[in-house]
């Protein structure tokens, strides 16, 4: 089993920045992690991707240029740097990992991808 607690979540103007922390316990090693964000009355959808070894990285279009994820295998963290945020950002964000002996879903662009997720923290940008 997999743990995983988001923080650093908060509210902002458009144009600053928020870093969102994911920091991962239990059963840690995991393969591709990746932060979903969800906003009222819409669909959980991806934000960005990374696999275990940090070579394959993705962003949604909406947000490539002005966020950054990362991970940290040694410390058990995935970070998302975002910056320049925009009211349309304002949703919950959520920490997502696939576990290495998941069997289900190859779409790492949806949620049925992974198996693991953490409880949300809520970003606000406002205008």
């Known amino acids: 089993q997999v743990q995983l607690v988001e923080s650093g979540g908060g509210l902002v103007q458009a144009g600053g920045s928020l870093r969102l922390s994911c920091a991962a316990s239990?059963?840690?090693?995991?393969?591709?992690m990746g932060w979903f964000r969800q906003a009222p009355g819409k669909d959980r959808i991806l934000v960005a991707r990374?696999?275990?070894?940090?070579?394959?990285?993705y962003y949604a279009d909406s947000v490539r240029g002005r966020f950054t994820i990362s991970r940290d295998n040694a410390k058990n963290m995935l970070s998302l740097q975002m910056n320049n945020l925009k009211p349309e950002d304002t949703a919950v964000y959520y920490c997502?990992?696939?576990?290495?002996?998941?069997?289900?879903?190859?779409?790492?662009?949806?949620?049925?991808?992974?198996?693991?997720w953490g409880q949300g923290t809520q970003v606000t940008v406002s205008s």
């Open positions: 990374i696999n275990l070894t940090c070579s394959t990285i």
């Open positions: 239990g059963r840690t090693f995991s393969n591709t």
């Open positions: 997502a990992a696939r576990g290495l002996s998941y069997s289900g879903s190859y779409d790492f662009q949806s949620p049925s991808g992974y198996n693991y």
